[in-house]
T-cell receptor, first 113, second 114 residues
């Protein structure tokens, strides 16, 4: 089945550690996005990539890093510089044409030990 | 970043009732989307709107792209227990292109009492 796969579903991080969240899509979508969701809040954009080997900061990029070496993959690293990393992280992708909606993965819940 | 004003924040309704929620923006949008999120999962697209005045249905759901291009509403008719979840509006401000990230509202949390 075509879709967006996020892994792991649950992730625990110790203080001072970097962790990487995986996002893979087999939809042949050009653009990929990372959002953070906190309880009772909407989705806030962390980073996005419109094409391979290129990405832009979103509204809350500090403490995060990404790479886009392959079209189908857009991993997110939560660095130790992110002081409040506990959240639900959502990856999305969309086709390159204008006005196409984003489709989401099932998310990764990150917690601090 | 830009935000959408989505209301109400939460709703408690009886099964069988109709539901209405809306989203407004201070700027003109060229795309409006409505998503539903179940607990612990990613949002799922319900309806996409691309033209001012457009009215689109998906089963018991109906959404409209406001004529001013600054608002949209979502109606759910004859609610059932599985309608429970968080509904998000999202959109792109004109003249942004299709790969410009969506702006999201904060969501409407719907609870259905059987």
């Amino acid at each position: 089945d075509g879709g967006i796969t996020q892994s792991p579903k649950y992730l625990f991080r110790k203080e001072g550690q970097n962790v990487t969240l995986s996002c893979e899509q087999n939809l042949n979508h050009d653009a990929m996005y990372w959002y953070r969701q906190d309880p009772g809040q909407g989705l806030r954009l962390i980073y996005y990539s419109q094409i391979v080997n290129d990405f832009q900061k979103g509204d809350i990029a500090e403490g995060y890093s990404v790479s886009r070496e392959k079209k189908e993959s857009f991993p997110l690293t939560v660095t130790s510089a992110q002081k409040n990393p506990t959240a639900f992280y959502l990856c999305a992708s969309s086709i390159g044409n204008r006005d196409q909606p984003q489709h989401f993965g099932d998310g990764t819940r990150l917690s601090i030990l | 970043g830009q935000q959408l004003n989505q209301s109400p924040q939460s709703m408690f309704i009886q099964e069988g009732e109709d539901v209405s929620m809306n989203c407004t923006s201070s700027s003109i949008f060229n795309t409006w989307l409505w998503y539903k999120q179940d607990p612990g999962e990613g949002p799922v697209l319900l309806i996409a709107l691309y033209k001012a005045g457009e009215l689109t249905s998906n089963g018991r759901l109906t959404a409209q792209f406001g004529i001013t291009r600054k608002d949209s509403f979502l109606n759910i008719s004859a609610s059932i227990p599985s309608d429970v979840g968080i509904y998000f509006c999202a959109g792109r401000a004109s003249p942004n292109s299709g790969n410009t990230p969506l702006v999201f509202g904060k969501g409407t949390r719907l609870s259905v009492i059987a």
